[in-house]
């Protein structure tokens, strides 16, 4: 090597020296995105399953209309909308957000994407949209609009959203529709972010329909991460959902096993620092039912061994992991197609789980959530007025009573 090239190859390394400090080193922010809401993105499933979607099976040149209530406020919003089980682009002609008044509906703001106000969503992603100057406050409501110009086949949805959305024909993101569809689960919206000048913790609950409120009042945010959310809003705290109705520590169907979900739904939450495990009573309940005909029946060493694969992960990431209890259903869905789905053999394997939760010292806190829910005199079943009916599904005040018992637990763990 020359002198003169080691003279060109220094001149060039010194030139290149301030814009990589610069890249490896950028400015410090003082503002901080937060998970405010969230709704689990999963896959329709076929006709063959025993419960309906609830959903159209394609939507073209219509507006997917939705709303949801934050957990925490923020000076700025982002909006992410989901394709995570697509396997083709989602193009997206339009998309408003508005916040949700008891007055007249205020004004609808237009959200891009990249500086513009079309995208596409791609196979398998989220988009996520470019930030909206709204100052919101906790538990604020806010309405998103997307329109839909081609013809896309809906293939991730959110199915027991317990909130009503709409479908309209058109582009109706910056009008009222006059004749609205009602759609009852979820089709597009995923999650909302918040900006704040401070760090914000975030409190992800995982589980099945019981975090996702299912025998709970519709459309009054009456789900029990909602009551926490109310509970937790005071302290600056979020409290998100990651529930979907028919989810299973191993098995997929409605929505995928919780080893899975556990890294989109909960670790890559902005901001999450716990979560709250209530999932496995369909584990158990599922073989043997309309559910799983053909499935072995559960036993407990196979779920320990799921709960302990959500532990390892929560682990890595530092994010604490609150292990809940698995309520009572005796008599759970008795006299509809999906009768057997209680039988005292499996609820020998809730009690098992159940013991294992409380003594094995694995999680880092325990939401007895059995004891709470429980007849005293009766310890198989819900306490009648914590039922909605069903005998599985709490209601309303069976879901205040869950939000009671997990902040309650959060309490004694972290001196808040």
């Keep these: ?33 937060t998970a405010s809401w969230y709704a689990s993105p999963h896959a329709t499933w076929d006709a063959d399953f025993p419960l309906p979607t609830g959903v159209p099976a394609v939507l073209a040149q219509q507006t997917v209309r939705e709303t949801a209530r934050l957990s925490i406020g923020g000076k700025r919003v982002r909006i992410v909308l989901s394709n995570r089980y697509g396997t083709q682009p989602v193009p997206i002609g339009a998309a408003r957000l508005a916040r949700v008044t008891r007055a007249a509906p205020a004004a609808a703001i237009a959200l891009t994407f990249g500086g513009q106000t079309a995208a596409i969503i791609a196979p398998g992603a989220p988009l996520v949209s470019d930030p909206v100057e709204l100052p919101v406050a906790p538990l604020d409501k806010l309405e998103v609009s997307v329109y839909l110009p081609q013809a896309t086949p809906l293939t991730t949805f959110h199915w027991g959203a317990q909130q009503t959305g709409s479908i309209e024909a058109g582009d109706t993101t910056a009008a009222r529709p006059r004749q609205p569809q009602a759609l009852h689960g979820r089709a597009l919206l995923a999650g909302i972010l918040v900006e704040s000048d401070t760090r914000r913790d975030v409190i992800v609950a995982l589980g099945d329909s019981i975090t996702d409120g299912n025998g709970s009042t519709p459309d009054q945010d009456r789900r029990w991460p909602d009551v926490l959310a109310a509970t937790m809003a005071q302290q600056g705290i979020a409290v998100v959902n990651a529930g979907i109705s028919g989810a299973r520590l191993l098995g997929d169907r409605m929505g995928v096993n919780a080893a899975a979900r556990f890294g989109p739904d909960v670790l890559d939450r902005p901001g999450v620092t716990t979560v709250v495990v209530l999932l496995g009573i369909n584990d ?133």
């Design 1 to 33: 090597m020359t002198r003169r090239t080691i003279a060109l190859l220094a001149t060039l390394a010194g030139a290149l020296a301030t814009p990589l400090a610069a890249l490896a080193a950028p400015p410090p922010s003082t503002s901080t995105w």
């Design 284 to 416: 158990i309940g599922w073989p043997g039912s309309a559910f799983a005909l053909q499935e072995p029946p559960m036993t407990a060493p196979r779920m320990i061994a799921a709960y302990r694969q959500l532990i390892a992960q929560a682990r890595l990431h530092k994010v604490r992991i609150v292990g809940a209890t698995l309520p009572p259903f005796e008599g759970a869905l008795q006299g509809t197609p999906f009768a057997g789905y209680y039988t005292p053999a499996k609820d020998g394997v809730r009690r098992a789980v159940n013991r294992w939760i409380s003594e094995s010292g694995e999680f880092d806190a325990v939401a007895d959530i059995d004891a709470a829910l429980r007849d005293p005199q009766h310890r198989t079943r819900l306490l009648a007025r914590y039922d909605s009916g069903d005998h599985l599904h709490p209601g309303d005040a069976g879901y205040e009573a869950i939000a009671a018992t997990v902040a309650a637990t959060l309490g004694k763990t972290d001196g808040r």
